[in-house]
């Protein structure tokens, strides 16, 4: 058990509709990166959020977004699904203050676009 | 850019030992780890090296050569639990970047 809990945990969505995917970091972490792994691939940074701020940004595209809350918790928002976003979505928590060097991964969730 | 290469599967026999390599290219560099991801499930961190040199951590070893760009993860006395995929990470500035993982089996 990492404290980093990620909701829903599987959801099934039709092509172009929109998602929120939910995580909530482990105690004391103020920063959250989401993931995304498409099967049999590596996670691909999509972004970081750090004090509610955007912190740096992989190559996906603007439909992508995000948000965190004061309490450090974040939300994944995906908009105009495409089939291509089938994959599993994994929330990572840690704490820049202390020069951290690990990230606590949640269970992740699994996105099946139809 | 970013670039890490590891192998895709792995097969050892129970008790034996492996070595998963990982080679990077990065355009930053703040240490390197090792997770562990079980099918279906969240990576679940091994080890972290930031220095050249070995780390050991029971029966998992890892090294790290910056010059190289070159890190190994060992496992010794496998057992059938550590069947799983294994992925080699590089953080940068502020990120993780993956390789596709290596599927390590073990077999009886």
């Known amino acids: 058990e990492t404290g980093v809990t990620q909701s829903p945990t599987h959801l099934i969505k039709t092509r172009g509709q929109q998602v929120t995917l939910r995580c909530s970091s482990q105690s004391g972490h103020n920063t959250v990166s989401w993931y995304q792994q498409a099967l049999g691939q590596g996670p691909q940074f999509i972004f970081q959020y750090y004090r509610e701020e955007e912190n740096g940004r992989g190559n996906f595209p603007p439909r992508f977004s995000g948000l965190q809350f004061p309490n450090y918790s974040s939300e994944l928002n995906v908009n105009a699904l495409e089939l291509d976003d089938s994959a599993l979505y994994l929330c990572a928590s840690s704490d820049n203050r202390q020069g951290n060097t690990e990230a606590f991964f949640g269970q992740g969730t699994r996105l099946t676009v139809v | 850019g970013q670039n890490i290469d590891q192998p895709t599967e792995m097969t050892a026999t129970e008790g034996a030992i492996v070595q998963i390599n990982c080679t990077y290219q990065t355009s930053g560099f703040n240490g390197l780890f090792w997770y562990q991801q079980h099918a279906g499930e969240a990576p679940t961190f091994l080890s972290y090296n930031v220095l050249d040199g070995l780390e050991e951590k029971g029966r998992f070893s890892s090294f790290l050569s910056r010059s190289k760009g070159y890190s190994y993860l060992l496992l010794k006395e496998l057992q059938m639990k550590d069947s799983a995929s294994y992925l080699c990470?590089?953080?940068?500035?502020?990120?993780?970047?993956f390789g596709a993982g290596t599927t390590v089996t073990v077999r009886a």
């Open positions: 990470a590089v953080k940068g500035d502020y990120k993780l970047s």
